[in-house]
């Protein structure tokens, strides 16, 4: 699964319905459907039955939903590292050694680094 394919899956998940999903991902339902269906090809199984008008999630839609519920909060902290170093690009370092590195090795490696 590509991880447009991921975010198709958790937006049907969470709404419901390929319109709300779509509109939460800012696309249209038709790219969304195509995003759906290239996902379950790819895949080979269907990740969603169509229940009065409603996607209701298959079983193995539902065995892959922890992992895809991990992945996101991997992928979330990608973002917030992302965020972290676009906001503070000078981030503070701390270091812990021992006394001889601290004082000999170390502030030449950091006067080094800083030109």
Known sequence: ???????IFE????TGSLTEAAAALHISQPAASKL????????????FERVKGRLVATREADILTPEVARLNQDLNSV????ASLRDRPNGHLRLGCAP???LGL???VVRDRRD
Request: without cysteine; positive net charge.
């Open 1 to 7: 699964m590509r991880l447009r394919h991921i975010e």
């Open 11 to 14: 937006a049907i998940r969470r």
């Open 79 to 82: 973002r917030r590292l992302a």
């Open 36 to 47: 759906l269906a290239h996902a379950e090809a790819q895949l080979g199984f269907k990740l």
């Open 100 to 102: 001889a590195l601290g």
């Open 106 to 108: 170390l502030p030449r």
